[in-house]
């Protein structure tokens, strides 16, 4: 672990999120994470690499923090040139020494030299913008190409950095996003899970226990609250929400309604979000003929999604790699029965048969026989769900959580050990 930085005593209670879109419908976590950090006065700058593709489609509080993020690429369309040649001259030191670092992994990991050139370009205008902000640690979501640049950030007399990792993408391109620099060189990683934790030893080779702190994600159980519903009669309407791709296994839950409607057990499937399988899945629907039995909503709002949880009999997400999904967290701080797969760090949140329903990844009859019982139970949706707010309380609950990643920031930025 490197020495603390020379400024960072100067600006104890000031961090910056780097990260590569925010705010997004899929990572709104990153922003109650960020809200609640403010509460507790730790001031966070934000900046973002991106702006979001459909501002419009994201709800008021979304759209109110794009007031208050950074966009580098929105500069960059029209003065890049000048703003990299100020941000040079300004520092020139840093600007070498991120540029070395950014040409070093390139030809080390045999990076394209023309991605690392950009990566090293955001870096440097970032370098000059977050000094100004009297910023002294960085802190990044996923390690991902934005934690490239905050890596490289590092490597200038001005910042420390540290992690969030999810998981599971980063475990299945560990060369290409430069894993083992990033958590070496890392201040401090903040894992999600157990497993996310298990994962990144086995990468890095870290054995040192302060180097790695476990926070886990939460929600808020006053927002997310259960509500009185009529109780389910004919129709039980079944609820997936996820980012429409192959890892989410959404066309499995179609195989799944497929085969329900075979046996005559009615129901009505409703998925939420979006992604680059959607027109795929609207294919499957109609070639399998569920017209019926399957709404899809398309990408939602973070109300309108708290909307469907009140409307929902049962929660399902049948994904065959995963951190640990805070869609699953809220369904269950919503007492919703809550069905998923016992994949990574799946079973640290659901606890089978106490207070949820897991079922061996991809497998299509399982997925089938945990929904007919919850359709046909009762007394199982009220047990399950009732366990299940009570575990997101106690072990999920986001404000104690985002207290324990305060503390840590504070025992950092002071050059303590947390």
């Known amino acids: 672990m490197k020495n ?11 961090i910056a999120y780097l990260v590569s879109c925010y705010p997004t419908l899929s ?13 507790r006065g730790v001031k966070v700058e934000i900046v973002s690499i991106r702006e979001p593709i459909n501002p419009s489609s994201l709800g008021l509080e979304e759209q109110q923090e794009l007031q208050n993020t950074y966009y ?4 960059l369309k029209w003065k890049i040139a000048g703003l990299l040649v100020k941000s040079l001259l300004k520092n020139p030191l840093s600007s070498k020494r991120i540029i070395g670092a950014s040409m070093s992994l390139a030809a080390h990991r045999k990076q394209p030299f023309w991605k ?10 970032i ?6 902000k009297q910023v002294s640690h960085i802190h990044n979501h996923f390690g991902n190409a934005a934690g490239t640049v905050t890596y490289l950030l590092s490597k200038t007399e001005f910042f420390e950095f540290s992690l969030s990792i999810h998981g599971p993408d980063v475990f299945f391109n560990v060369d290409r996003e430069l894993f083992p620099e990033k958590l070496v060189e890392a201040k401090f990683i903040r894992t999600i899970s157990h497993f996310c934790e298990s994962q990144l030893r086995a990468i890095s080779g870290i054995v040192n226990a302060e180097h790695m702190k476990m926070v886990r994600c939460g929600v808020d159980p006053s927002r997310y609250r259960p509500s009185l519903k009529n109780p389910m009669i004919n129709r039980p309407r079944i609820l997936c929400v996820g980012r429409l791709c192959a890892v989410k296994e959404q066309f499995l839950l179609l195989a799944a309604s497929r085969q329900m409607a075979d046996s005559a ?4 499937l409703v998925i939420v979000g979006d992604g680059p399988t959607a027109e795929k899945l609207q294919r499957h629907v109609r070639s399998m003929k569920l017209e019926g039995h399957v709404r899809m909503l398309g990408g939602l709002s973070q109300d309108e999604v708290l909307q469907e949880y009140r409307k929902a009999d049962i929660f399902v997400l049948p994904s065959c790699a995963e951190g640990i999904p805070v869609v699953l967290m809220e369904a269950m701080a919503m007492e919703l029965p809550v069905i998923s797969t016992h994949v990574a760090g799946i079973p640290e949140l659901i606890d089978h048969e106490q207070n949820g329903l897991l079922f061996p990844a ?5 997925l089938v026989d945990r929904l007919e019982r919850l359709i046909r139970s009762k007394s199982l949706r009220m047990r399950l769900g009732n366990a299940a707010r009570m575990k997101i309380q106690s072990d999920f609950n986001l404000h104690g ?5 305060a503390e840590i920031f504070e025992a950092t930025l002071q050059g303590k050990a947390a």
């Open 4 to 14: 603390t930085k020379k400024h960072v005593s100067q600006h104890q209670n000031k």
């Open 27 to 39: 990572h709104t976590f990153i922003l109650r994470e960020i809200q609640s950090l403010r509460q």
């Open 72 to 75: 580098l690429l929105s500069k």
């Open 116 to 125: 690392a050139f950009a990566y090293a370009a955001e870096a440097i205008i």
């Open 127 to 132: 370098c000059d913008y977050l000094q100004q």
């Open 265 to 268: 057990l009615d129901h009505e």
């Open 362 to 366: 991809g497998d299509k009859d399982a």
């Open 401 to 405: 959580n985002t207290q324990k990643l």
